[in-house]
């Protein structure tokens, strides 16, 4: 079987998601910006204050080609902007993982750690900024994406399930 790339706006859940969905299933689960933050040893936010976002999204490209060269079987969740690396549908089927900016905003705001999760993105820091990139993603995402997934209202598991499933088919 091959990889799923799970994509989708910062804060939609592609972390909790892929590891709900290893509980269910046979894959490992990688994260793209945990990778990225192993290459440069420095959190991304440090990377984007320090390099600025090419820089970062040159490291989302090599990400990617080592993804595809390297990595079978796997549950990958990407950053925000991952879905823009070239021939990404070569390295698995893509899951969008889709739900209304307020939705997910909101969801971040009531996790317990919503100081360190709001932190940690850059993008999101102003908040009408990051509800334009959401507008201007959206489009992109259902372009690119092989299963639109409607997470809203839903709980993490039952998403995995969901997914799982379609990607079975």
Not at 52 to 63: I, S, V, W
Not at 85 to 91: D, F, S, T
Not at 137 to 142: A, S, T, V
């Amino acid at each position: 079987m091959k990889n799923i790339v799970l994509i989708g706006f910062m804060g939609v859940g592609k972390g909790s998601v892929a590891r709900a969905m290893v509980k269910r299933s046979k894959f490992i689960a990688l994260d793209t910006d945990d990778i990225i933050e192993s290459i440069e040893n420095r959190p991304i936010k440090k990377i984007f204050a320090e390099e600025g976002e090419e820089y970062f999204r040159n490291l989302e490209r090599k990400t990617a080609r080592w993804l595809k060269k390297s990595v079978e079987n796997t549950i990958i969740s990407t950053g925000g902007g991952f879905y823009k690396v070239p021939a990404l549908r070569k390295v698995g089927t893509i899951v969008l993982l889709n739900a209304p900016f307020d939705t997910i905003y909101e969801r971040i705001l009531s996790h317990v750690d919503a100081p360190k999760k709001l932190k940690k993105r850059p993008l999101l820091q102003d908040l009408e900024k990051a509800r334009a990139l959401y507008e201007e993603r959206l489009p992109q995402y259902l372009k690119v994406a092989n299963i639109v997934i409607d997470v809203s209202n839903k709980e993490i598991d039952s998403i995995a399930k969901e997914i799982l499933k379609k990607v079975k088919k």
